[in-house]
């Protein structure tokens, strides 16, 4: 039987590239980072309780992946590049080859964004991850929510909708084909964190956020927060490969409230656009212009002929579902 000792240094004391800016890592009572000069530490924190936010008998590799992945996007989101990581856990057993598997796929990710596991703790208890993220960024370069300024455009990353219709598949509320339903769980199992793209609009872009609980939810924050409204061309919202493929209403459905995106929303200034597209290109992030910032407050959704829509979503909220 593994010892709670043994368990920390056999799956994550993992021989990570040593980096300077850990100045002590796992072992002692705490971490030191030493972080570089003049720049602020972003600090973020998300937890994964299984059965909520994962199925119990998810691929482990995948939730290791993912644990971290959510935790990266929202040092995206800020704009942050990442710096180390922390990692509470809580297992039901010491099972070698379930934290083989788990460990594997969270350093994979931590090791492609020179991202050190710093410290963490370890219990015995119902299956919960919770990992905080520490990141740098320059003073005054956050991309923080109350920032978003009228006649800014609106922008999103990639594409958004395929992980809520791979849970639709899942939970059987529509049927899809075992290749689609596969190709769409790959979003939803292993997100994409967008830090290139969060990193390089620091400075240019003015508001952003990540979206995990769906676009309009997600983008409410930011206006509710910046006290302006926004305008969205809803049919030229992204749509992930699988849901493209589906009919008007579920892709409108998906793409507006579907959640599981871990895609950024972002405004900036309309004389930026050229600006945008470059850094997305260079960072091999698509983006897609969908709406701009207005004065009047409230969420206003255009279809093609821009006539308004009114549709009727809600995003995801924890304690309003059951
Ligand atoms: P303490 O009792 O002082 O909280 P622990 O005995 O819990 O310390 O942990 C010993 C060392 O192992 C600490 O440096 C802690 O940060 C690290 N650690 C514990 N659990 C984990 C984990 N899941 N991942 C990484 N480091 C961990
Ligand atoms: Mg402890």
Redesign the pocket.
């Known amino acids: 039987m593994l010892s709670?000792?043994d368990?920390?240094h056999t799956?994550?004391?993992k021989a990570q590239t040593p980096d300077a800016r850990v100045a002590l890592?796992?072992?002692?009572?705490?971490?030191l980072l030493q972080t570089t000069p003049g720049k602020q530490l972003a600090i973020s924190t998300d937890m994964l309780v299984s059965g909520r936010h994962f199925f119990p008998d998810v691929d482990p590799r995948s939730l290791g992946h993912k644990a971290l992945a959510v935790n990266l996007s929202d040092l995206a989101a800020m704009g942050a590049r990442p710096l180390g990581f922390?990692?509470?856990?809580a297992l039901p057993e010491a099972n070698p080859t379930w934290l083989a598997e788990f460990s594997s796929g969270l350093f994979d990710l931590a090791n492609q964004y020179q991202c050190t596991?710093?410290?963490?703790?370890?219990t015995k208890g119902p299956l919960n991850i919770c990992i905080t993220v520490y990141g740098e960024i320059e003073p005054g370069k956050a991309l923080r929510r109350d920032a978003a300024q009228v006649g800014d455009d609106l922008w999103i990353s990639g594409t958004l909708g395929d992980a809520r219709l791979a849970l639709a598949g899942y939970w059987k509320e529509h049927a899809l084909s075992e290749a689609q339903h596969q190709q769409a769980a790959q979003r939803m199992h292993r997100p994409s964190p967008r830090v290139e793209l969060g990193c390089a609009l620091a400075g240019i872009a003015h508001a952003a956020l990540d979206i995990s609980d769906g676009l309009i939810g997600d983008l409410g924050h930011i206006l509710k927060r910046s006290h302006v409204g926004a305008r969205i061309m809803v049919d030229e919202l992204p749509a992930g490969p699988v849901l493209a493929q589906q009919s008007l209403a579920l892709r409108r459905e998906f793409c507006l409230a579907g959640g599981d995106d871990y895609e950024l929303c972002f405004t900036a200034a309309a004389h930026d656009r050229e600006k945008i597209l470059e850094i997305a290109q260079s960072c091999n992030t698509p983006v897609t212009r969908i709406g701009a910032i207005e004065a009047e407050t409230g969420l206003r959704l255009y279809d093609n002929e821009n006539q308004m829509l009114s549709l009727q979503l809600a995003s995801f909220d924890h304690f309003k579902s059951t």
Do not use: V
């Open positions: 709670e000792f368990l920390i799956f994550f004391t890592g796992i072992g002692d009572d705490c971490a922390s990692l509470a856990l596991l710093i410290g963490g703790d370890t």
